[in-house]
């Protein structure tokens, strides 16, 4: 297959967010699809996700978003259609991408380098759950925390997309897990293998002490604002914090950098006092600029693994619901609603 005989035959449908808008106001545009350039494949999207990223994008509030019109969308699963003048043999053949933005979209220029092969027996909506929120879970646990069987770590947001897959993971490497979420999800969670508790407890703190009086080996907090506090205060000795966002700051109008800048702030002063203890920032792109191979190697790796537990069924993906991608503002929706176990999947709209 020729580039040009095979992108003459996609008519591309993607979802423009064209401002900062409610998700009625998210846009369809169609037109012919993309043609990969040296080095880069085209790929017909088999699911795409809704994050928590886009849930602040779609306010102008995602630390670095691009500027207004884009195409947003984090991550895909989605297989080779063409490769421009690259290897033929990737066509036909099926691979997951972390994009940031530009996934919601039927047909996604990807670069080659990026692909993560997804094995044959996993659905793609079920592995489209585990890119961004796989790699997220598994490099905070294992390569930030360095968590060990037997100990105990509080996850927050446990029924979120990397909450979920967070909570899974720490229980197959044999850890205790509490978790906090509203109360419909406690039964969920505990099928997980999860303690969970409700954040919007008075009582939390006491609560947390009980369920842990000596403190929690890691803390996993995106939820930022002041509560990081209590998260690091939760530690026990020798304890580490993971801090990974600032989702209570998402309806804050002002600066996006803001909250993150002053989050920072905390982090470094904690980590000055002499208290045994550790607080670090994640961030899934860390090294992408200035060490792309050895970024691309751990993507690689990571999610390889990930992929690996999901195929034998040591770990389930979390698919909330399955909406076309015309149906993005619904999707949205749902994803916003606090209602939802996981992860809101778009899939193309012949298969929905
Ligand atoms: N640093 C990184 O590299 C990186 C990478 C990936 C994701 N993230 C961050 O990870 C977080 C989760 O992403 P996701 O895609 O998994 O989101 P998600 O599926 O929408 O889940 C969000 C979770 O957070 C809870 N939550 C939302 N706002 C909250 C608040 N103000 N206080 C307490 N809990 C709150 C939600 O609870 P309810 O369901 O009860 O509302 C839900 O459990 C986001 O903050 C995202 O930015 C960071």
Request: aromatic content about 6%; hydrophobic content about 45%.
């Amino acid at each position: 297959m020729t580039r040009t005989q095979a992108t003459k035959q996609f008519t591309a449908t993607e979802v423009v967010l064209p401002g900062a808008v409610e998700p009625e106001g998210l846009e369809l545009r169609r037109g012919p699809a993309p043609v990969p350039g040296g080095g880069q494949v085209l790929l017909a999207m088999e699911a795409t996700g809704v994050s928590f990223a886009e849930q602040q994008m779609r306010r102008g509030k995602y630390y670095d978003q691009p500027p207004f019109p884009f195409v947003p969308g984090y991550d895909l699963v989605g297989r080779v259609v063409d490769v421009g003048s690259g290897d033929p043999h990737l066509v036909g053949r099926r691979f997951a991408a972390l994009t940031k933005t530009g996934g919601w979209a039927s047909h996604v220029v990807v670069e080659a380098a990026d692909l993560v092969e997804v094995p044959d027996s996993v659905q793609s909506a079920d592995a489209e759950t585990l890119v961004v929120n796989g790699i997220t879970a598994w490099q905070m646990l294992h390569r930030v925390a360095g968590v060990k069987a037997g100990q105990t770590v509080l996850v927050l947001g446990a029924n979120g997309g990397v909450g979920s897959t967070l909570v899974q993971l720490a229980r197959h490497a044999g850890v205790r897990v509490i978790g906090t979420a509203s109360p419909r999800h406690h039964d969920t969670l505990r099928q997980l293998g999860v303690t969970p508790v409700d954040y919007r407890d008075p009582e939390l703190r006491a609560r947390l002490r009980q369920l842990a009086p000596h403190g929690v080996d890691a803390v996993f907090d995106h939820v930022g604002g002041d509560g990081i506090a209590d998260s690091f205060r939760m530690l026990a000795p020798g304890g580490t914090l993971v801090s990974y966002g600032t989702a209570s700051t998402r309806d804050v109008t002002g600066s996006s950098r803001v909250p993150v800048l002053k989050l920072f702030a905390r982090l470094f002063l904690w980590n000055l006092l002499p208290n045994s203890r550790r607080a670090h920032f994640f961030n899934i792109w860390a090294g992408k600029r200035r060490r792309a191979g050895d970024f691309r190697t751990r993507i690689r790796a990571d999610l390889a693994q990930v992929f690996a537990l999901l195929a034998d069924g040591t770990i389930k993906a979390q698919v909330a619901a399955r909406i076309p991608l015309s149906g993005a503002a619904e999707a949205m929706r749902l994803a916003e609603s606090g209602t939802v176990t996981g992860k809101v999947v778009l899939v193309p709209d012949r298969v929905a």
